[in-house]
């Protein structure tokens, strides 16, 4: 239908509608007041008397007979309109809450005030919006929502600021003394608000005293009814649609800006007391934060006000915050790092504060964040996109004496060796570097020395520190002990270590002389005389295998040192050698 036969309906329509209240048919109407593409014909008699606003076009028109006026910029539209001339024509209709500001608006409008008209519309409005409209909460929300389309002059008229006066105080009251069950329904009332508004009466109810965890109940209902496709409730139950955010969604497109506007704006209202919210919702906040890509201020805001509570967090909730709303992808770690560190620093602080170290006086709250990060770490070590740095950025955050085994660590570890089976020797040292290999339980060294994953080094330390207890015939809690043992234990399997690698040169040598006389024995039979190797081409090979050798010679320092024989003297008798190799 085209937008000229629309216009043309709708001016028959309010033709129509208008004939079955004007007051006579026998007085023809004199002129046609346009509100958009509706048209009213009425009488000018009947809306001077009521109009100052009308008068004054009529009396100030150039035109000798002015037969149509246009009252597009009406408040409230045609509608409203229709139910103003309704008064002016003395015709009975209702005012409600949800029309009243209109009303209100509308009649200032058109100047239908009790100095120009006794008992005019301005005064009707006003003595229904006091006495009926501002009288209850419920009302005072209808109204203030009404509102939102009658700006500026709702404010210029202060209808704005009374439902707000009105709103705050009842919901204070209410959350007090509960009027009826559940306690907290005025919440849900309060979502039908726009988010200007609604900071309005937070602002107001800050004003009035309100508690933290009143102003919380309110910010956490609007935030799930606002933001219902992306904030779940804090009781864990899910308040999403069924369809799962995208992420290939344009950042700038109409509902992603509206709903990075919100949640900013709602972030913004949260009161000081950082205790005073569910963990959980804090991290639902967190992540719609990060999948809406909002304000720097706003993501740290709120993972500052997570550090202050990190020992209430559960691994589900750290890893709700790093992957995506399908749980595919991990997306985020750096806000998972910035939390840890933000909870050790306030720990240091405490301590210093305190006058104490926090290594001596490591606090529970401590352990229980380790134990959850060590936890978190093994969840996420399975997937391919997780790099080692990222991996032991996480897990250094946490101070080492913080732990007082490492096995959740360990599990962590192993986990990530073994979904990333790629990795050399150096690359899986890097990862268990972070690991302290004699804090392991007893089972967890046991595993650890049969765990083919593991980088040598870290076998040897836990074999040993095994052996030095068993040899020490002490028992696991003698901390003096076990701290001796572990240095011991250290110690050993780093010369072991450096032992193996040059049992591993020697090797190679030793090969290398095998298939030089293997070589040898070929040419000899294919010929009738053997070519023997000048002295100059003999020393030069045998002289480093000797050299090898010579580097695990026990007596290489004392009086029986022989790493200065000239490599040409004829030896009778083969040197022994402190190692065998098989």
């Known amino acids: 239908m085209s937008s000229s036969v629309k216009g043309n309906n709708r001016m028959s329509i309010a033709m129509e509608r208008t004939g079955q209240w004007i007051f006579s048919q026998d ?5 046609v007041v346009a509100v958009g593409e509706a048209h009213f014909p009425l009488h000018k008699f009947m809306l001077v008397a009521k109009s100052n606003y009308i008068r004054k076009l009529i009396m100030e028109s150039t035109e000798a007979d002015l037969t149509r006026i246009d009252l597009t910029d009406i408040p409230g539209g045609a509608e409203i309109f229709e139910k103003a001339a309704k008064f002016c024509y003395g015709v009975n209709f209702e005012i409600t809450v949800h029309n009243v500001a209109a009303l209100r608006c509308a009649a200032e409008y058109l100047q239908m005030t009790d100095k120009y008209c006794d008992n005019n519309l301005v005064g009707r409005t006003e003595d229904f919006l ?17 509102s939102h389309h009658l700006l ?15 709103i705050s105080s009842k919901a204070c009251n209410e959350a007090n003394f509960p009027s009826r069950s559940p306690p907290n329904w005025w919440t849900e009332e309060l979502t039908i608000i726009d988010i200007e508004f609604f900071a309005k009466i937070i602002t107001a109810m800050k004003s009035c005293g309100a508690k933290a965890s009143t102003l919380s109940a309110a910010l956490i209902t609007y935030a799930e009814r606002s933001l219902r496709d992306l904030v779940r409730d804090h009781s864990g139950t899910t308040l999403r649609s069924s369809a799962t955010p995208s992420y290939s969604v344009d950042n700038d497109s109409d509902t992603r800006i509206k709903q990075r506007h919100l949640l900013e704006s709602i972030v913004s209202l949260l009161p000081s007391d950082k205790a005073a919210f569910p963990i959980h919702f804090l991290c639902c906040l967190l992540r719609s934060a990060i999948y809406l890509k909002t304000s720097t201020g706003c993501k740290n805001e709120l993972e500052k006000r997570i550090s202050m509570v990190l020992e209430h967090l559960s691994v589900d909730d750290l890893l709700m915050v790093s992957f995506t709303y399908d749980g595919e992808r991990l997306v985020e770690l750096e806000s998972i790092r910035r939390i840890i560190m933000g909870f ?4 240091k602080s405490v301590a210093v504060f305190s006058a104490g170290d926090l290594k001596e006086n490591c606090s529970v709250a401590m352990q229980r964040v380790a134990k959850t990060v060590d936890a978190y770490l093994g969840e996420i070590a399975t997937y391919g996109e997780l790099s080692i740095s990222k991996f032991n950025g996480i897990a250094n955050i946490i101070p080492k004496f913080a732990r007082k085994v490492d096995d959740d660590l360990y599990r962590a570890i192993d986990i990530y060796l073994k979904a ?3 990795l050399d020797e150096i690359e899986r040292e890097k990862v268990c570097s972070v690991m302290d290999p004699l804090k392991l339980s007893y089972e967890a060294r046991v595993h650890a020395s049969q765990n083919k994953r593991l980088p040598v080094q870290i076998v040897l330390h836990a074999l040993y520190y095994d052996q030095l207890k068993l040899r020490s015939g002490t028992p696991d809690d003698r ?8 240095s011991m234990a250290r110690t050993q ?6 032992l193996v690698k040059e049992n591993e040169a020697l090797r190679s040598e030793l090969m290398k002389m095998k298939l030089y006389i293997s070589d040898m024995q070929r040419s000899s039979q294919g010929t009738s005389s053997i070519k023997v190797p000048t002295s100059r081409s003999k020393g030069t090979f045998f002289s480093s295998v000797s050299k ?6 026990p007596f290489r320092h004392g009086s029986k040192d022989t790493s200065n024989i000239d490599d040409g003297i004829d030896i009778t008798k083969p040197r022994r050698r402190r190692f065998s190799i098989s």
Do not use: F, W
Request: proline share 5%.
């Open 344 to 347: 050790v620093e306030k720990e």
């Open 493 to 498: 399997a780093q010369a072991d270590v450096s």
């Open 548 to 553: 090898t050798l010579g580097k695990l010679n």
């Open 152 to 166: 500026p002059m709702a404010e210029d008229l202060y209808i704005v600021h009374r439902c707000v006066d009105v």
């Open 130 to 146: 006091s006495q009926v409209a501002l009288s209850s909460l419920s009302g005072a929300i209808v109204v203030l929502k009404s």
């Open 27 to 31: 007085i023809p109407t004199d002129v």
């Open 479 to 486: 901390k003096s002990t076990q701290e001796d043992a572990a």
């Open 420 to 422: 990333h089976p790629n």
